[in-house]
């Protein structure tokens, strides 16, 4: 779905703005409504909150680009982000990764045709005592291994998605 700069959304994010001592602190809250909104953060959506804050689009998108909760595509119903960082892989991420792929007939980056599945790897989630670690869409799955990770892919495409 595109992001537009709406009437409704403009009072929400007035009220975001709101909750800060200077607007520019509420960049990451509206980036998090939009991705909420739309599902990822379009060029578009950028350049609306850049003139919405008085920011330079040069700092929305460089945050956007920083931080990789933020989507710049459109993903997937279920968008697996595995932690690729050093406790993840020592504990097995690396074949969490590899049985996503086979079992999803994905690379990294991409989507499913029927829409159901993105896979990314991603940097450190901050759960590292659980590792390895993915997160799907907010929800973070813990102390993974293959048979808890098939289970889940089964649980996701029956629609049964349990935290
Ligand atoms: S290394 Fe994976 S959560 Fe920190």
Excluded: W
């Excluded at 991705?35 to 350049?47: F, I, L, N, P, S």
């Excluded at 050093?86 to 990764?97: D, P, R, T």
């Amino acid at each position: 779905m595109a992001f537009k700069l709406t009437e409704e959304f403009k009072t929400r994010a007035e009220k975001i703005c709101a909750k800060y001592p200077r607007r520019d602190a509420a960049l990451i809250p509206l980036l998090q409504e939009i991705q909420k909104e739309t599902g990822y953060v379009a060029e578009e959506a950028m350049d609306a909150l850049a003139l919405l804050l008085e920011l330079p689009y040069s700092r929305v998108k460089a945050v956007v680009t920083f931080y990789t909760m933020f989507n710049r595509e459109p993903t997937g119903k279920y968008h697996l982000q595995v932690c690729r960082n050093i406790s993840c892989h020592m504990a097995g991420a690396e074949g969490l990764l590899a049985l996503l792929r086979a079992k999803l007939g994905l690379a990294e980056g991409g989507t499913t045709k029927d829409g159901l599945f993105t896979l990314s790897s991603v940097e450190c989630l901050g759960a590292c005592g659980s590792a390895p670690v993915m997160q799907v869409n907010d929800k973070y799955f813990e102390k993974l291994d293959e048979a808890k990770l098939s289970a889940l892919l089964e649980d996701m495409r029956h629609g049964r998605l349990q935290h």
